[in-house]
Antibody, heavy 120, light 106 residues
Framework: EVQLVESGGGLVQTGGSLRLSCAASGFTFSSYEMNWVRQAPGKGLEWISHISTSGGTGSYADSVKGRFSISRDNAKNSLYLQMDSLRAEDTGVYYC?????????????WGQGTLVTVSS | DIQMTQSPSTLSASVGDRVTITCRAS??????LAWYQQKPGKAPKLLIYKASSLESGVPSRFSGSGSGTDFTLTISSLQPDDFATYYC????????FGQGTKLEIK
């Protein structure tokens, strides 16, 4: 069974940093690209970052570019999101999500999410 | 950047109704369009991929259509479990979600 489990969320002050982790199991992690998607309280879904299978290429939404950094450790079956210079508008639930080959690239597996709260 | 616009934002319907949600892309995304269902406090669930392909395990009352810039999600006969928020998403160029459609009980 595919499992994605996020951790690392919490309360952080404006301007602070946080590192999220996503532990993957039940599939060959190194064969899949991965993404982070977030959801502000009461709002819609926002894609924020993507990483290639090797970890050599990361892409970001404009809203987080230059502040967030995505990485992965295929030996540890783990995905990370380093978040710096956090703002109030970064508050929300952060999900890691996997695009599936059998689902034509749709995000077929999601973690349960981890809540990040940025407050002054 | 590709923008995705869903309509309506809110939809009130009854069990047994046929409902349609539309999604329009600001430029062509070919058939790289997915639909998700999300319930409060839960992660999104993939329903439809490549515009019209039903994800494994999803009931056949869900269907998708369209290509290019205009897409629809149809639920043929609403069931109590279907009241949720639905999102479209393009994945032609990275990912962009629509703003969501909340399906409410009338």
């Amino acid at each position: 069974e595919v499992q994605l489990v996020e951790s690392g969320g919490g309360l952080v002050q404006t301007g602070g940093s946080l590192r999220l982790s996503c532990a993957a199991s039940g599939f060959t992690f190194s064969s899949y690209e991965m993404n982070w998607v977030r959801q502000a309280p009461g709002k819609g879904l926002e894609w924020i970052s993507h990483i290639s299978t090797s970890g050599g290429t990361g892409s970001y939404a404009d809203s987080v570019k230059g502040r967030f950094s995505i990485s992965r450790d295929n030996a540890k079956n783990s995905l990370y999101l380093q978040m710096d210079s956090l703002r109030a508008e970064d508050t929300g639930v952060y999900y890691c999500a996997r695009p599936g080959y059998s689902s034509g690239g749709g995000l077929d597996s999601w973690g349960q999410g981890t809540l990040v709260t940025v407050s002054s | 950047d590709i923008q995705m616009t869903q309509s309506p934002s809110t939809l009130s319907a009854s069990v047994g109704d046929r409902v349609t949600i539309t999604c329009r892309a600001s430029q062509s995304v070919s058939s790289w369009l997915a639909w998700y269902q999300q319930k409060p406090g839960k992660a999104p669930k993939l329903l439809i991929y490549k515009a019209s392909s039903l994800e494994s395990g999803v009931p056949s009352r869900f269907s998708g259509s369209g290509s290019g810039t205009d897409f629809t999600l149809t639920i043929s006969s609403l069931q109590p479990d279907d009241f949720a928020t639905y999102y479209c998403q393009q994945y032609n160029t990275f990912y962009t979600f629509g703003q969501g459609t909340k399906l409410e009980i009338k």
